[in-house]
């Protein structure tokens, strides 16, 4: 069965810090889907990034960058010089390619405080 | 594109009664998804539609609960019977397959939510 851990609960930075969020994952599929989503503190889970599991290079976007290793299985996620408005909850989550039902298992989310 | 929308936003219910929520996918997107969540917890699968069909469910959707997308647009989860343990925030998500070669575009996006609360 596939699993998504992301073992940091909680993480408070000064604003302007780089952080991390670490996401491990679980899959015996070869051909699967990782995400990133951000729930901020309105609910909706708002998409970041979607990469599959044939391309290992890592992705940039503005201060967002992935860190993505299958030798691993983790798919990390960095914000360089954070902002209080990149304050929220961010899940991790997995799609396995089965026969056509992507599905998304999430991790438990890790809770991002900025502090200002 | 709109987004999903999804009305209720907030149920406030007693324990025993039947609730109904609607989620509204992005137009032309042929695939919607329910989930739950708990607090502290990352959304659990419910269920999956392909145009009106249901093809999948969750071990979560007990008898109690039951979907349709009956003509393949809106969708609609009703929990019959609520129990305390029902409270949840409920989310709704939608994707189109567009075929991209060998690997469909299927990125799922998530509607904002409806939170129940069974008193």
């Known amino acids: 069965a596939q699993k998504v851990t992301q073992a940091q609960t909680e993480i408070s930075v000064v604003e302007k810090e780089d952080v991390t969020l670490d996401c491990v994952y679980e899959t015996r599929d070869t051909t699967y889907y990782l995400f990133w989503y951000k729930q901020p503190p309105s609910g909706e889970l708002v998409f970041l990034i979607r990469?599959?599991?044939?391309?290992?290079q890592n992705e940039i976007s503005g201060r967002y960058s992935w860190n993505f290793q299958k030798s691993t299985s983790s798919f990390n996620f960095t914000i360089t010089a954070s902002q209080v408005v990149d304050s929220a909850v961010y899940f991790c989550?997995?799609?396995?390619?089965?026969?056509?039902?992507?599905?998304?298992?999430f991790g438990t989310g890790t809770r991002l405080t900025i502090i200002p | 594109d709109t987004g999903v929308s999804q009305n209720p936003r907030h149920k406030i219910t007693k324990r025993g009664q039947n609730v109904t929520f609607r989620c509204d996918p992005i137009s032309e997107h042929n695939r919607l998804y329910w989930y739950r969540q708990t607090l502290g917890q990352g959304p659990e699968f419910l269920t999956y539609?392909?145009?009106?069909?249901?093809?999948?469910k969750s071990r979560l959707l007990s008898d109690r609960f039951s979907a349709e997308r009956p003509k393949g647009s809106f969708s609609t989860l009703e929990i019959q019977r609520t129990e305390q343990g029902d409270s949840a925030m409920y989310l709704c998500a939608s994707s189109s397959t567009a075929p991209d070669g060998l690997l469909n575009t299927d990125t799922q996006y998530f509607g904002p939510g409806t939170r129940l609360t069974v008193l």
């Open positions: 539609f392909q145009n009106e069909a249901q093809l999948e």
């Open positions: 989550a997995l799609s396995e390619r089965g026969f056509g039902n992507e599905k998304l298992t």
């Open positions: 990469r599959n599991s044939f391309d290992e």
